[in-house]
Each structure stands twice: as C-alpha cells, then as structure tokens.
C-alpha cells in the first residue's frame, strides 16, 4: 500500500558527544499521533538539513513530502489539517507562500490570493 506522505526526518547520531536521545522520541510521537499510513525516510549524519532533505527525495514513496526535525512533537491528528491543504505540485509551507511549477517545469513562487 503506497503511504499517503512520507516524512523525511534528518538527525544526526551523535550530540554533544553523546547518543540522539531525541530521534526514538520523536519517531514514536509522530507514529503515535498520526491518522493516515506513512513512511519515515531517515536521513542520518547530513552536514545540514537542506542537503538531508534535497539527497532524501528520491528516497521518497509518495507525492506528498513533508520535512521534519528530530525536535518536532506532533500532536495528535497533526496530518489532517496539512494534508488537507496539499494541492498537486505545489509546496504547502507555514509562511503562507505558494510555490508551483510553471508549464516549462520551472519553480516560480506567488503569494495567494486572501
């Protein structure tokens, strides 16, 4: 069964010295709070969270993406509400911008109509 989105969640092994104490927290919150079937891409010892997300894509099984942090602690039903908002080929983020692609398959960005 194809999950409906597939989160993508960078973390590293190491902290301060000491074993990431947050990723086993933070994968069963969302595991926990979640409604509809997924997937965790893990995508381990990246120099940033950019890189870890851009080289983590092709790892993905479905159309929606969504990036996560290993700090992040979902409340119950948190994929609901986002993705719902998900339209085809556009990127839904919290700073109420909308990018799409154009007919050349180009990014282009516009803000939404109010």
Known sequence: MKPKYSVILPHVTIVNGEPNRCIDLCRKILLEAATMPFEIIDAVDYPDFYTAIN?????????IIIPFNDDMFPAPGWDISLVSQCIP???VSTDRKSTRLNSSHEWISRMPSS
């Open 55 to 63: 080289e983590s894509i092709s790892k993905t099984n479905s159309d």
């Open 89 to 91: 080929k556009r990127i």
